[in-house]
């Protein structure tokens, strides 16, 4: 006969077992099925809930109490091992771990209070005790380190700086990506294409101050070709181009 219990609210059903479980002074690892289920089913009868949702969850648990209830009056299963099933072994576990759960809450909770009743004092020291600096001994720090000594470690520390510099890398300047805009270049090309009306390549090219303007200027050909703002000829291989207006 179970002991008679008046329940409140639970956050859950795993909440309402465990509460039915220390309530009677039942060992989780061997609980008696029929009375914690007939118990459980009690508390569902008398609830009263408009959220479905948290209703339903009550209800899951107590078909799968039911569940174990019938399992039980069956014949013991044999597993792989030889070993009896337990229908009750994975309710067991998910009872402890949901109590651990539940234990570590409440332990940070108490932090949290704890934490509420401790009060810090900003430092309140006088300027004159803030400002103090202790005297530095320089005998004491310096001790047999002569300058000699000091000498000789900055010839070693620079020595192992100059063997870090590549003797052949250290001798190259600093390369530096010219852009020139296509866009420009043609506006270029073709001023002097207007002006000039018919000139060389090779005179053109002249005009260009790197090799990354020289590459820009062909293409700036190439694209006034194009359209038809330029024309090109080679009268005989590898002479010198004309270009000429339209």
């Known amino acids: 006969m179970g002991i008679p219990v008046k329940l409140h609210v639970f ?3 795993l909440d309402l077992l465990l509460h039915l479980i220390e309530k009677n002074k039942i060992d989780i690892y061997d609980i008696p099925i029929v009375e914690i289920t007939n118990q459980y089913m009690t508390y ?9 949702n948290v209703m339903s969850e009550f209800l899951v648990m107590a ?3 039911l569940n174990i209830k019938c ?4 014949p013991k299963e044999i597993n792989e091992e030889g070993l009896e099933d337990d229908p009750r072994q994975e309710l067991v576990e998910q009872l402890i771990q949901y109590k651990m759960y539940k234990y570590m809450a409440f332990e940070l909770k108490d932090r949290q209070i704890d934490g509420d009743s401790v009060l810090y004092k ?10 103090y600096r202790q005297p530095v001994d320089m005998d ?6 002569t300058l000699s000594k000091l000498q000789q ?15 052949v890398r250290s001798r190259f300047g600093k390369i530096e990506k010219e852009l020139v805009p296509l866009p420009e270049k043609v506006l270029y090309v073709e001023a002097y294409a207007k002006k000039h009306k018919r000139f060389s390549f090779r005179q053109l090219l002249e005009k260009q101050k790197g090799k990354m303007h020289v590459v820009v200027t062909f293409l700036a050909i190439l694209e006034l070709m194009k359209t038809g703002v330029i024309q090109v000829e080679q009268e005989e291989d590898h ?3 004309m270009i000429q207006a339209v």
């Open 239 to 241: 002479g010198d181009i």
């Open 140 to 145: 004491a720090l310096l001790g047999e380190l």
């Open 71 to 74: 399992r039980m009056l069956l």
């Open 153 to 167: 470690i900055f010839d070693d520390v620079m020595k192992r700086q100059e063997s870090k510099i590549d003797p």
């Open 63 to 65: 078909a799968t109490l």
């Open 11 to 13: 956050e859950g059903p």
């Open 122 to 131: 900003l430092p309140t020291l006088p300027e004159e005790v803030e400002a």
């Open 44 to 52: 569902i009868r008398g609830m009263q809930k408009e959220d479905m």
